[in-house]
């Protein structure tokens, strides 16, 4: 079922979950020991996120090194299946640009078809780490509007060879990025909101937000695009804090504030539980806020960290 029939038919605030792709080599089971617990929760849509391969120099037998492209976190479309199969939940793979020409996005969003997933999220992605900005590949689409224009089209069945016309159209709902505390590239907020709108008049179905940790950017960001004149549903994206080491790191690789009162809590916890504890609570905090200003879903990204998850959801439901 589409995000947008979901919340069409809600009675309540929804509740939805992400999911990472396991490292290489790691079995699907560790994905439902992952999901299990809070399948409770009856989720409506699980997103699964996409990774794109990095450059590894590794060591040939002669002693010299090659330069080779490895993904460490595949296996984003099997898992949406595997999901949809186990658990009988849509499932919402991520799609991005980056590391993909405009065909091999075609040929997945087919495999996707064929697998009988509506939803997509469509990203631009980052550039890889060891590159300083986001180039495309040759052939590949620059900005998340062109992939969402991809996307469109196929759903009107516009294929990328004119020739074919069997008559075959996709039916994916769209959602794609939106950031309250703005994009880190964008100059301005102004800026960052005009590109928003373009993706939105350009067929994007909602809005899934990046993290953020204060409610009060999440609902100037929902009034900034009322006023541009974006309808569709915004998702608050939600993560819990949950160590001294994420007090520095969220800032610098989500370019999300952290609040004073947030940060000082954290500082006086003594041990990693402790701060568990307070990232919990500021979690149920926010979530129960949001609740009550009427956000059609609460979606937690769960990055390794389900059980604290299940607490908040627990107390938020
Ligand atoms: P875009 O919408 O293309 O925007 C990128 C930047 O370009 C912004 O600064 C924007 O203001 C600007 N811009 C947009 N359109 C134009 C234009 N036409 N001309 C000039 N500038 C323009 N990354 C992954 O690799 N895999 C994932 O699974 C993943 N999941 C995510 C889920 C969510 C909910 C979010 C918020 C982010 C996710 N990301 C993921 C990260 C995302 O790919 C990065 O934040 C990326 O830098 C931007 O992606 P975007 O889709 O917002 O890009």
Redesign the pocket.
């Known amino acids: 079922m589409k995000i947008t029939e979901h919340i069409a038919q809600a009675k309540d605030t929804l509740i939805s979950f992400e999911v990472l792709p396991p490292l290489k080599g790691k079995s699907i089971n560790s994905i439902y020991e992952h999901l299990d617990p809070l399948m409770e929760f009856k989720p409506s849509w699980i997103n699964v996120?996409?990774?794109?391969s990095e450059s590894m120099f590794k060591k040939k037998t002669d002693g010299t090194f090659e330069k080779v492209e490895v993904r460490k976190r595949p296996g984003t479309v099997g898992i949406c299946a595997a999901i949809m199969n186990h658990y009988q939940v849509d499932a919402v793979p991520?799609i991005?640009c980056?590391g993909f020409n405009m065909r091999e996005t075609e040929d997945a969003l087919i495999d996707l078809n064929f697998l009988g997933i509506d939803n997509v999220?469509a990203?631009?992605?980052?550039a890889p780490k060891n590159e300083a900005s986001?180039s495309p590949e040759p052939g590949g689409n620059n900005?998340?509007?062109d992939l969402l224009k991809q996307v469109t089209n196929l759903n009107n069945g516009i294929y990328l060879d004119e020739d074919i016309q069997n008559g075959g159209k996709t039916d994916f709902c769209i959602g794609?990025?939106g950031?309250p505390e703005k994009?880190f590239?964008?100059p301005n907020p102004e800026?960052?909101l005009r590109?928003l709108k373009?993706?939105v008049d350009a067929g994007a179905h909602y809005i899934?937000?990046?993290m953020f940790f204060d409610n009060q950017k999440f609902f100037a960001f929902v009034e900034a695009c009322r006023a541009a004149g974006i309808t569709a549903p915004i998702i608050p994206?939600l993560k819990p804090l949950t160590s001294k080491k994420q007090l520095s790191v969220l800032p610098r690789i989500f370019h999300v504030d952290i609040p004073t009162e947030l940060s000082n809590e954290i500082m006086k916890c003594k041990t990693d539980a402790e701060c568990e504890q307070v990232g919990a609570e500021w979690l149920v905090q926010q979530s129960k806020e949001l609740k009550q200003f009427g956000v059609p879903v609460l979606h937690y990204y769960t990055l390794g960290k389900p059980s604290i998850i299940h607490q908040v959801v627990q107390k938020v439901i």
């Open positions: 996120t996409y990774h794109r991520h991005i980056g999220l990203l631009r992605g980052d986001f900005y998340a509007i794609v990025a950031y994009h590239e964008a800026i960052d590109y373009e993706k899934m937000t990046q994206g």
